[in-house]
């Protein structure tokens, strides 16, 4: 009978620890890829402008000054707007 020896190189590549750390690190720099892509800071600059639109009307109803007021209407068209955004995130941005 002969003896078949174990190869310890492909064995040590492939411990479970290198694997799972490898599998992270492609998911982390995907995630960091996707995240500054064109179409994530379009819809974070378009969903800024419209929640700010939207904090800015309720803290004009908190603090009133002279001038022109908002309606409910445009609050609630701008809460509407903000939602859709929200329910319209593509994948990957945060």
Known sequence: MVAVEEQPGIRELLKPEWIILLCAMLVTFGLMWRTSSGE?????????????GFLA???EEEYP????????EARTGLRR???RLLDARPIGCF
């Open 40 to 52: 994530c800071h379009q819809w974070k600059t378009r969903l800024g402008h419209v929640t700010g």
């Open 57 to 59: 009307s309720a803290g």
């Open 65 to 72: 000054q002279p001038g022109l007021r908002t309606d409910h």
């Open 81 to 83: 707007e903000a939602e």
